[in-house]
């Protein structure tokens, strides 16, 4: 689910005290995308709200969460948004931040 070895290469990257800028900002990101899919979703927009969840969970190593979005993200660019199932991309979104929250506090990704 956490390719924690990504997750060690940008922390290396952008060091301690941005490290935990970074993944401020991607939480908030993302939860303002993944509260927009859940409560409002528009298949006009959704190949570009879950292209950008990839984008930022790849960086992040959250490698399930971006498998999800890019099948998603490749529906919807064939036309098909209608068949993007969120519920369960937002499941492992959830999963994902619980996993990735919980391993930085216990010293993983380090």
Partial sequence: MID?????????????????????IFLEEATEITDKLRNAPDPR???EDLHALKGSALNLGLVLFAEMCQAGETRAAQGRAE???????????????????????NGLGR
């Fill in 83 to 105: 068949d993007v199932a969120t519920a369960p991309i937002l499941e492992c979104y959830e999963e994902s931040r619980r996993v990735l929250l919980a391993g930085l506090e």
């Fill in 45 to 47: 927009t959704l190949g």
């Fill in 4 to 24: 924690w070895a990504k997750v060690r290469m940008l922390r290396h990257e952008v060091g301690e005290e941005d490290f935990s800028e970074v993944i401020e």
